[in-house]
DNA sequence: TTGAAACTACGGTCGTGGCCGAAGCATCCC
DNA sequence: GGGATGCTTCGGCCACGACCGTAGTTTCAA
């Protein structure tokens, strides 16, 4: 069974604390270069190099040369939707001995995760569009009704272009801080991509974190109701 | 970030090709006990017990006592869910040097995928249910149609059981042999209760694989125009 | 009570792999 | 060209963990 195997040398992969911290730092969604990997895995350069060939060597993520830079982001969608699954896991484990680490207010306010928001952003707009009945979310999936695609349409988010079938799902994603699903897939990601476009929000320059600008903070309560 | 260390911890389990094999028999859906997990696991008792409580106390499988024996079995669906996740990276990751094992023609044609059908059989389904309308599949979800309700009904899947809801999603799940989706979630997981509750199929003695039973082999022709 | 089966705990061996220091390419800037 | 920056390769050290042989505990049957 040589599946098994191949199996095996991904989760192996994963298996490692410092490709872990790799791993989630490029969860952010952003390419990023080995030097500011560096910095996230915490160990010497040498040892990162070391730990990114294996990666890429892997699968997991790819890479691209710019200059005398070489920028590093996942692989592909499926890598993320599998660490994601991994996290569900690790989350739902009980306790431990994990002194619940205070991770910075921002990360648990708003961040990225892979292409899409999570964070009390997240979940946040995922409760108000399922209470306005735009998303139906459900444990295995969810779906946008048509008073969702039509909200989803005046806000300037283009739902088609994400979809040729005539149905479009979204894919719940569990929140590792508020533990509780928010918004993934695609329609997640189209509608992180529109409040990027609006300059409601800026990626935090060495973090997954997210900075909600003055006309996001405006923007979220009109729209969505929301004050973080 | 201490969430981290645990991810790796829960990867680090998965990243050990005996312990894959363990967890690859028990993706099969049934508890089996110490000693049928030795033979899976290829290596000496001794060894499995302290891999079987590794991955108990890291809670990937769950074990009950009974008389002399030890039951155990994947802990929870999302345990479930993550290893589907593996795979299927595992799965799209490009040849490198997979020699294409001739794994038993039984496994290939039909088998159980922690609670529902996968191979020919699993896949074969999940077209024809296509096809005929009545189920929906996308990449990140599904549902099951009005036309999809009625006929599960009328087939005795009770559907309602499983879910509160008004609508019902469904799961997709790549399949590591067909390398296509097959029905997942509890609607796949209900509708191949079903079949064994009708004595189509018949679960091997050490195997994942399933044998299709002359009933089966009737019912599934009339029914799905399936023949196997 | 004796024996067998199912399973686990302990102790020791050994290989794999993570880590860093030193050194080597590649690219950019002055 | 010279030097700095970004990144990788090489070599050696060390620890973690998978493995098995031996031995122990629990459960069942006779």
């Not at 010497?44 to 990114?52: D, I, M, R």
């Not at 997240?122 to 569009?129: A, Q």
């Not at 735009?134 to 988010?157: C, N, P, Q, R, Y």
């Not at 929140?175 to 300059?199: I, M, Y």
Request: aromatic letters at 6%; glycine letters at 10%.
């Amino acid at each position: 069974m040589t599946e098994d195997v191949r199996i095996a040398e991904i989760a192996a992969l994963v298996g490692d604390p410092t490709r872990v911290n790799i791993l989630a730092a490029l969860m952010g969604g952003r390419a990023l270069t080995a030097s500011e990997l560096v910095y996230a895995a915490g160990v010497s350069p040498q040892t990162t190099s070391g730990h990114l060939a294996k990666l890429a060597d892997g699968r997991l993520i790819a890479c691209v040369k710019q200059g005398r830079h070489r920028y590093y982001r996942i692989a592909t969608p499926r890598v993320a939707e599998m660490l994601e699954g991994i996290m569900a896991v690790a989350v739902d484990a009980p306790a431990r001995h994990r002194p619940r680490s205070k991770l910075d207010d921002a990360m648990s306010n708003a961040r990225t995760c892979y292409d899409h928001f999570a964070g009390k952003l997240g979940v946040g707009l995922t409760d108000v569009l399922a209470t306005r009945g735009h998303i139906v979310l459900a444990d295995e999936g969810g779906e946008v009704t048509e008073s969702g695609a039509a909200f989803f349409g005046k806000f300037g988010v283009d739902l088609a272009a994400a979809h040729s079938r005539r149905r479009i799902f979204c894919r719940p994603c569990l929140d590792w801080t508020e533990r509780r699903p928010h918004l993934g897939g695609s329609v997640g990601a189209a509608l992180a991509q529109r409040c990027f476009d609006l300059g409601w929000l800026e990626r935090a320059r060495d973090s997954r974190a997210l900075s909600i600008t003055k006309a996001g903070q405006r923007g979220l309560s009109e729209t969505f109701g929301l004050s973080l």
